[in-house]
């Protein structure tokens, strides 16, 4: 399995910014999807997941900014952030739980910088 994320940069607060992850070595369609993000100096949170019916679930503190797509034809999930805070800086992943390979599998991350 590999997960590919790209989109992160450094924005000021208020700011967008489109996070996407490519995945392989996977049945794509089949599996429930994960955005993840660790803050500077903290543990790694939950930040959305979409399930193979594109049903969205979402961590309280996203309050309605950030939208879970994903397309099976490109195998890409995208993270679409708006209205980001400075506690939105973290190094954010994408991530699949796979307990049928007993193990869930982690990309390398992209940083988001928001600037107040």
């Known amino acids: 399995v590999r997960l590919q994320a790209s989109g992160g940069g450094s924005v000021q607060a208020g700011g967008s910014l489109r996070l996407s992850c490519k995945a392989s070595?996977?049945?794509?369609?089949?599996?429930?999807m994960d955005w993840y993000r660790q803050p500077p100096g903290k543990q790694r949170e939950f930040v959305a997941s979409?399930?193979?019916?594109?049903?969205?679930d979402y961590a309280a503190f996203v309050k309605g900014r950030f939208t879970i797509s994903r397309d099976n034809v490109r195998r890409t999930i995208s993270l679409q952030m708006n209205n980001l805070e400075p506690e939105d800086t973290a190094v954010y992943y994408c991530?699949?739980?796979?307990?049928?390979?007993?193990?869930?599998?982690w990309g390398r991350g992209t940083l988001v910088t928001v600037s107040s």
């Open positions: 979409i399930t193979s019916a594109a049903s969205a």
């Open positions: 070595g996977l049945n794509f369609g089949l599996n429930t």
């Open positions: 991530s699949i739980d796979l307990p049928a390979r007993g193990r869930r599998y």
